[in-house]
């Protein structure tokens, strides 16, 4: 068994991450409004927005209280990542939305991981419901998967432009 202390530190830092993730998934979500992917970053929006929520609960059965110092670095992190040189200094660049993209599929992939660490927990800690830790381990493989086609079609139109 882990203790306390480290699978707080380990929680919390995924919580960070969350939040940041929840911060970038809204900006690109805005970014992309007019675009054909709007709907598709909308509900991926909300699908990520819930799957915090439910780190938090999961935390909460764990006894473990969540850090506002981790998420405040996790939001500090995600707003300086906008600050990325991107060829043109005042405005954003095709080649922005593919970055943003590749940035939730990143955002995306660190949460599978982590859910597969929660699930290696829920095994053998009965107050964690396994089956409820696959059910967003399935929702954030589908979230990969959706990603990835949509980082496809992006990248397909900006090479159609070229």
């Known amino acids: 068994m882990v203790p306390a202390h480290l ?10 991450a969350a939040t940041a993730s929840v911060a970038l998934f809204e900006r690109t979500t805005q970014n ?25 609960r999961a935390m909460e059965t764990l006894g473990v209280g ?3 110092a981790k998420q405040v670095v996790g939001l500090v992190g995600e707003r300086l990542g906008r600050f990325k040189p991107n060829g043109s200094l005042f405005h954003r660049t095709p080649m922005t939305d593919l970055v943003e993209l590749e940035g939730l599929r990143i955002a995306v992939a660190t949460k599978i991981n982590a859910l597969q660490v929660l699930r290696a927990i829920a095994v053998q800690d009965p107050r964690l419901a396994k089956e409820t830790v696959e059910t967003l381990l399935e929702r954030a493989q589908d979230q990969a998967e959706r990603l990835y086609r949509l980082h496809l079609q992006v990248a397909q139109e900006l090479s159609v432009a070229a």
């Open 7 to 16: 699978l707080s530190s380990y929680l919390n830092d995924h919580l960070a």
């Open 32 to 56: 992309f409004r007019d675009t054909p992917w709007a709907d598709e970053l909308r509900f991926l929006t909300e699908d990520v927005t819930a799957d915090r929520e439910a780190w938090l």
């Open 66 to 68: 969540a850090s506002r």
